[in-house]
């Protein structure tokens, strides 16, 4: 399995500012994901981090609100951009385990709060 | 576009076993998949099924996977308090290799 660390865990932060979550695999990986988790919700997906090209994004996610840097094969970042309270989720990165296998581990989770 | 389901709650005595189930609707699902999140964690892979598989078995978790019915279950054998956590069914299908989740379920083991 893989382990992944996020930073921050948690962040409260001021409506209008933005924040960058990173996300750090102990192995190289070539899927690398975004999850939002809103509050008592289930986990949806913001894109997919490319490595050495633009991020794919979902229905309803847009590279301006969440820009996302893959700038090798162990790191990410995702950025909110001008946040808001609806902004307030658990944001999750995930990784695939390759190697033919199919599993797909999650890191611990970035628990935003906007205020 | 993929809808998976599941029932929101479930509680049962410790020592029982919990059976979560979860309906998925994409014909093309090819992984389908069980997290399990306790309170302020992140999601523990407990255990993935592929579509040509009927049941696969891990210590006291049993999967079975109707795909005709496209059902999926997650049995825990002896349930124990610390298997009280929200159950997430999720699925994959073909080359995406993304995954679609369903609402969770919330299983309360009672002593």
């Known amino acids: 399995s893989a382990v992944i660390s996020q930073k921050p865990s948690r962040d409260i932060c001021q409506r209008g500012t933005s924040l960058t979550i990173q996300c750090q695999v102990d192995?190289?990986?070539?899927?690398m994901f975004w999850y939002r988790q809103q509050p008592g919700q289930s986990l949806t997906l913001i894109a997919t981090?490319?490595?050495?090209?633009?991020?794919?994004?979902e229905s309803g996610f847009v590279i301006d609100k969440f820009p996302i840097s893959r700038p090798n094969l162990t790191f990410s970042t995702l950025t909110v951009s001008n946040m808001s309270p609806e902004d307030s989720s658990i944001y999750l990165c995930?990784?695939?385990?390759?190697?033919?296998?199919?599993?797909?581990?999650f890191g611990p989770g970035t628990r935003l709060t906007v205020l | 576009g993929e809808d998976v389901e599941q029932s929101l709650f479930l509680s049962v005595r410790e020592g029982d076993s919990s059976v979560i189930n979860c309906t998925y609707t994409?014909?093309?699902?090819?992984?389908l998949y069980w997290y399990k999140q306790e309170p302020g964690a992140g999601l523990q892979l407990l255990t993935y099924?592929?579509?040509?598989?009927d049941m696969k078995q891990d210590q006291r978790l049993t999967v079975l996977l109707n795909k005709k019915d496209k059902h999926l279950s997650l049995r825990i054998a002896d349930t124990q308090t610390g298997d009280s956590a929200i159950y997430f069914c999720?699925?994959?299908?073909?080359?995406?290799?993304?995954?679609?989740f369903g609402s969770g379920t919330q299983l309360t083991v009672l002593p």
């Open positions: 995930s990784v695939e385990a390759g190697g033919g296998l199919r599993e797909q581990f």
């Open positions: 192995s190289q990986v070539t899927m």
């Open positions: 981090a490319n490595q050495g090209s633009e991020a794919t994004y």
């Open positions: 994409d014909s093309s699902s090819t992984y």
């Open positions: 099924i592929f579509s040509n598989m």
């Open positions: 999720a699925e994959s299908g073909g080359s995406a290799r993304q995954l679609t």
